[in-house]
């Protein structure tokens, strides 16, 4: 037996058998220099002092809110900096969008990550010699979801290697491109149809500042605080002008008072190759948080070597818990099945409708 499945089953065994003392059998953490944290690896033993920095002075108690949302954006916008076919178009989860913030911020696609950087900036000034700023980039993003209630545990890996060059004009997604145009650039990224659908869960936890140069903080679904399952079902619900929307470039007809739909959020719901996959996660908690924790992860590596870097997960900390009624998805007040617009030929789960007259979303 190859000694790392030996261990695995040791520790598997240990687990099941509730023995209390296990470190006879799972492999001793090193004490960092710290004398307080311990980590299976000591290079993860880096991450401490920055997670304590960032949890009290970054993020502070503000919950899955502006930090959270930011953090997570700019983590993407980094990431898809990369081709599998062609090397100019980036090296991926690299830190270039800082590293050459003068130059990548000024991309259309990039409108508003100035916040993160701002944001994020004196903190990786701060910490630079002890993490990289590709790392620090995707670290940020990791803890910042540990925020929002319904995500599963983000795995995190350290040891991105910085970028030497920009990514070029054009690889991050817009909102007023087509599905198909949108899941070409992410393939071409490393990112399959499916991992698409599943990274945009991201959206249950976002809203724009810039798309209606009228309204900031304007939510994609009526539960901007939750990583929960609204966001899928609310994109799929018939749009209303007279609420506001689609006047603006990239925006969509919105079905609520105050909630801002994407064109691209919009078009991938009812598009062919995706609409099914989109619709299984409606009311499937445990599938969103299982399918966007994988395809983050994937997300996270885009461009790098996985096989170069050391596993800290465990320096995440522990994920804030949805309530099981906080998981049931329901229709907004007013809304039934007959105003969703399907293109998914399998049912629809049946819903509650929320009680109470027509809602208005207020700005995040
Ligand atoms: C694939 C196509 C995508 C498009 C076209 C798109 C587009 C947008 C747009 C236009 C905004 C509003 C920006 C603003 O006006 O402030 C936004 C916000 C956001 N997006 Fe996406 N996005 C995509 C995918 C993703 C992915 C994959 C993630 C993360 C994994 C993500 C995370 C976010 C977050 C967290 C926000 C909210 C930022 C905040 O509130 O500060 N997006 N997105
Ligand atoms: C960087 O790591 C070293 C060694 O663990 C530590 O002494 C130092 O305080 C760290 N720097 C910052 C800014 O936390
Ligand atoms: C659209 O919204 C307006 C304003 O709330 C409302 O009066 C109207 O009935 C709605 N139309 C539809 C088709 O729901």
């Not at 689609?246 to 994407?262: A, V, Y």
Request: net charge negative; aromatic share 8%; charged share 15%.
């Amino acid at each position: 037996m190859a000694w790392t499945s030996l261990v695995a089953s040791l520790a598997l065994t240990a687990a099941f058998s509730g023995v209390a003392n296990a470190a006879a059998t799972i492999p001793a953490k090193h004490l960092c220099p710290d004398g307080k944290n311990s980590a299976s690896n000591p290079k993860c033993c880096a991450l401490f002092p920055v997670l304590e920095d960032i949890q009290a002075n970054m993020f502070g108690d503000s919950g899955c809110g502006d930090a959270a949302h930011a953090t997570l954006r700019v983590a993407f916008h980094d990431a898809i900096g990369f081709s599998q076919h062609n090397p100019k178009s980036g090296t991926g989860a690299d830190g270039s969008i800082f590293i050459f913030a003068e130059q990548e911020l000024s991309y259309d696609a990039n409108l508003g990550i100035a916040d993160a950087f701002n944001l994020e900036a004196p903190f990786i000034e701060k910490h630079k010699g002890n993490i990289s700023v590709a790392d620090f980039i995707q670290f940020a993003a990791a803890v910042g979801l540990t925020k929002c209630p319904g995500v599963l545990q983000p795995p995190f890996h350290l040891g991105r290697v910085d970028a030497k060059i920009p990514a070029p004009d054009g690889t991050v997604p817009e909102p007023f491109q087509s599905a198909q145009t949108i899941l070409e650039r992410m393939a071409d990224g490393g990112l399959t149809a499916a991992d698409t659908v599943a990274l945009l869960a991201s959206h249950s936890i976002a809203g724009a500042d810039d798309v209606d140069p009228d309204a900031t903080g304007v939510p994609f679904d009526s539960t901007p605080a939750l990583f929960d399952t609204q966001f899928y079902l609310e994109t799929l619900l018939v749009g209303n002008k007279t609420l506001g929307g689609s006047q603006n470039k990239g925006e969509e007809d919105t079905p609520i008072k105050g909630e801002l739909r994407l064109q691209s959020d919009f078009e991938l719901a009812r598009d062919p190759v995706t609409a099914c996959l989109w619709q299984a996660n409606v009311n499937n908690q445990a599938l969103m948080a299982f399918a966007f924790q994988q395809s983050f992860f994937k997300m996270q590596s885009l461009g790098q070597n996985v096989a170069k870097m050391t596993d800290c997960s465990e320096v995440i900390p522990a994920v804030a818990k949805l309530s099981a009624a906080q998981a049931q998805a329901f229709f907004p007040p007013t809304f039934t099945s007959k105003d969703v617009q399907k293109t998914c030929i399998l049912p629809l789960p049946h819903l509650p409708t929320k009680p109470g007259p027509a809602e208005s979303i207020p700005s995040m």
